[in-house]
């Protein structure tokens, strides 16, 4: 009989045609980003221990009632103090692997309605998030650009591709260099769920790249190579992680002795950016990769200025 190999997880395990995961598993293979296989993953895992199992696998979730998933979302609110959005999460990764525990037919159409009717945690705080202004960015780059080596000139190039054309950090990590197009300033991005869009490369983030390319060279691979303590650049082209991306901006925000600034947070001043120059919310929203101006809306980052003007207007 011939058999079919499944990734699940970055595993390979083989399976016969005929036989069907399992809900979570299901689940889990549904997801099409690496990354979020691995979130969901350990999010189910933690679920699992906060049920008395080794790990997901071995839990009976076609068993469970709506009463054990509010007592799981308690424990996760209420004595670990995690975010709502963060116990949202753990929801979604319950309610998909119940969806596919009906579709596997391990679970009545009834009991799936009464587990997806299990309400959402609330976000009634305000919140405190870092709100990244122009001229921050622009001394971040100035300082890389200052240092005249070649981690410098990298670094210069990475932290103006988040700031200037709104890149995730993997998505950054991920570009190879066939995916520029310096003559039409392109880069052709993957996103999440794989899905293709176009970035506009504004003219000083190209000359940037340009200039890393210089030291790079121009051979296929990874845009952004890793660079050692002795600032050669790697000649077998690795390229950075994500997390390398994170720690880039991490360790130049330490130098001049900002706070933290996280990858995402060049993202919403990217959006809040075009937003406010007067590009309309679905065009940032189709350069941003999102499916919903909801998610975009959610990129604009508060203004305290324009707000206290408002109240001002507003006085009687």
Known sequence: MQLLPVAINSEISVLEPEKVLSGPDSYLMSLRSERSRRTMTSALN???????????????????????????????????????ETVNLYLAALKGVFRYCW?????SYDSYMKLRSVKSVKDKRIRKKRVVVRPEIQALIKFCEDSDDSKGVRDAAVIS????????????SGLKFSDLDLVKKELLVFGKGSKERIARVPT??????????????????????????????????????????Y?????????????????????????????????DIKTVMEMLGHESITTTQNYIDKDEAEERRAAEIADI
């Open 247 to 279: 720690d880039i901006l991490r360790k130049r925000c330490e130098d001049l002795e900002y706070a933290s600034i996280h990858p995402h947070a060049l993202r919403h001043f990217y959006a809040t950016n075009l937003l406010r120059n007067g590009i």
């Open 46 to 84: 933690r679920v699992a221990k906060l049920l008395g199992a080794k790990n997901y696998k071995v839990v009976p979730f076609n068993k469970l009632a709506s009463s054990h998933v509010n007592a799981i979302i308690e424990i996760l609110r209420v004595k670990d103090g995690l975010h709502p």
């Open 204 to 245: 000083s983030t190209a000359n940037r790249i340009e200039k890393w390319l210089a030291l790079r060279g121009c051979e296929e691979g990874p845009l952004f190579v890793r660079v050692h303590r002795s600032g050669v650049v790697n000649s077998n082209l690795h390229g950075v992680s994500g997390q390398a991306v």
């Open 161 to 172: 591709v988040l700031a200037g054309c709104g890149l995730r950090r993997e998505e950054v």
């Open 103 to 107: 579709e596997c037919n391990e679970m």
